[in-house]
């Protein structure tokens, strides 16, 4: 996901984000130019969101005219439900995350939420829907109080206290001399991988969305930090809707649904014991990460 990380272009999406009030996609999405972006239609109205179900519809995408990312790619997410995409690398799952928050619109097919087509409401209330806890957390050279408070304009700062206890952070910045006035970031205290992403779900529990995108960290997590990340969660994406973009299978072995994507294409679906039964490309994943987990 972060191969295509182009800093300064970042740097001005992420001021345009700020000024534009969408919060906390920039650090997940890698840009390769600024012109990717698309603009709302004359009048969009704003997405209502009542029921959060997501759905695409025969989308195929690509960024590049001759090379086709998604191929026709179909599947439901239920309101309130837990859906995990995997697959190998260069699947497509960062794809369809961006694609969800419209940084692209599909070549064909649709995007829907709530039965919204999202191509035709308002970005910034399209946005507004979703929560974005991303692999590596970007933290601004500002105080670790403002890192979350970013997640909403104008949230207050009981909000912010209890959005830093419900992502389990909150022992941490209490501990700190100057608390939520610590400075943060390059030139303030470094954050560990972990601590940063409970920053992120900070951020994300104090936008409140009905939609949320976790993107799993790849690396940089021990293993009871993950666990720890992991349970907190867990209970944050109760009774919204999740869609996970997951790279270790045990961490989502209990979601509702597991979409398996290969070359942009839906390549199996079901629950972790149906596809362990299918004995396809899911079971042989499991199998190779059991041995790296026996191994590890
Ligand atoms: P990983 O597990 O490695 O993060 P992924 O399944 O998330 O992979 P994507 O990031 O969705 O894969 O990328 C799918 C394909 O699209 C890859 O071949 C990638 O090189 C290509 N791609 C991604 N972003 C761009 C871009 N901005 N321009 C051109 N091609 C891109």
Redesign the pocket.
């Known amino acids: 996901?972060m191969q295509?990380f182009r800093p300064l272009d970042l740097l001005g999406f992420v001021y345009r984000t700020i000024r534009q009030g969408m919060v906390d996609m920039a650090q997940m999405f890698?840009?390769?130019d600024t012109e990717v972006e698309v603009a709302d239609r004359p009048g969009a109205p704003a997405l209502i969101v009542r029921r959060p179900t997501l759905a695409f519809e025969n989308v195929r995408f690509g960024?590049?005219a001759e090379r086709t990312?998604l191929h026709d790619l179909s599947f439901e997410v239920p309101a309130g439900s837990h859906t995990a995409i995997v697959?190998p690398?260069?699947?497509?799952?960062?794809?369809?995350a961006r694609l969800l928050f419209r940084f692209y619109d599909p070549w064909s097919g649709r995007i829907l939420i709530d039965g919204q087509d999202i191509s035709q409401v308002e970005q910034k209330s399209l946005r507004a829907a979703i929560g974005i806890v991303p692999q590596d957390s970007v933290l601004f050279n500002d105080t670790i109080g403002y890192n979350i408070a970013y997640g909403r304009e104008g949230a207050g700062e009981e909000e912010i206290v209890r959005a830093a206890r419900d992502a389990a952070i909150l022992p941490f910045i209490e501990a700190l001399p100057d608390g939520f006035e610590t400075e943060v970031g390059e030139r303030g205290l470094k954050l560990s991988g972990g601590e940063k992403q409970r920053v992120a779900i900070a951020r994300a529990l104090l936008k409140d969305p009905p939609i949320l995108l976790l993107d799993e960290a790849t690396s940089a997590l021990d293993s009871r930090t993950e666990q720890g990340i992991l349970a907190t969660l867990d209970r944050v994406s109760e009774h919204r809707t999740t869609l996970a973009?997951a790279?270790r299978l045990s961490t989502i072995a209990d979601a509702d649904a597991i979409l398996v994507?290969e070359h942009g294409r839906l390549a199996e679906r079901g629950t972790h014991a149906e596809l362990l039964c299918a004995d396809g490309l899911y079971a042989e994943m499991w199998a190779r990460q059991a041995v790296e987990r026996e191994e590890a």
Request: aromatic letters at 4%.
């Open positions: 996901l295509l890698t840009l390769m960024y590049e990312i697959g690398s260069g699947a497509g799952k960062s794809t369809i973009i790279h994507l």
